[in-house]
């Protein structure tokens, strides 16, 4: 007889129960954003701007105390700074389209000294009517900032390189039709 009160009693339990297992939303309530901010193996981020200045973490502020750039050559420095500039023609019709085209490109080396995994995310002005025209492109335009990520081991060195192109159009000249 005891066995017949016991069993309506986990029935009724199971019933007045949340229906909610452990780990999982309650109805009507949203998922937060998942931002990877705490997966412990996600890569740390170092921020680096087109001057090799070490930039404070913007998802990371110190409360009440203003962080500035820095430099420590050892972390990231630039090599094969270079600037060309030249002509480039071309046919279209019976017109010899030209350009006076300027390309400026540098390379950014890039060294992990930290114990795990981090990402450079490597910040480069572009100015107003030029473009970057380098391998590999930036992973995002933020205004007129190109953003590059570059992924080091520990103690491993990258090298990211970035180049940008600005295209002045000159007079056109008619091409001749003779042979």
């Not at 109805?27 to 937060?32: L, V, Y």
């Not at 705490?38 to 921020?47: M, T």
């Amino acid at each position: 007889m005891l066995e017949t009160k016991v069993f309506p009693a986990l029935l009724l339990l199971s019933v007045l129960a949340p229906a909610v297992a452990p780990g999982q939303l309650a109805p009507g309530a949203t998922r937060p954003a998942y931002n990877r901010s705490d997966a412990p193996n996600a890569p740390k981020q170092i921020h680096v701007d087109e001057n090799c200045r070490i930039l404070p973490d913007p998802a990371h502020p110190v409360p009440g105390k203003k962080q500035h750039p820095f430099s420590d050559s050892t972390i990231c420095h630039l090599e094969s700074v270079l600037r060309s500039e030249h002509i480039e023609e071309r046919v279209a019709g019976n017109q010899l389209l030209r350009s006076s085209v300027i390309i400026q490109e540098h390379e950014f080396v890039l060294q992990n000294i930290a114990q795990y995994p981090v990402t450079f995310v490597v910040q480069q002005h572009v100015p107003e009517k030029w473009f970057v025209d380098s391998d590999p492109q930036p992973i995002a335009m933020e205004g007129r900032t190109a953003i590059f990520h570059a992924q080091a081991q520990p103690g491993e060195i990258v090298r990211l390189h970035v180049g940008m192109r600005h295209d002045n159009p000159l007079m056109p000249k008619t091409a001749s039709t003779s042979p």
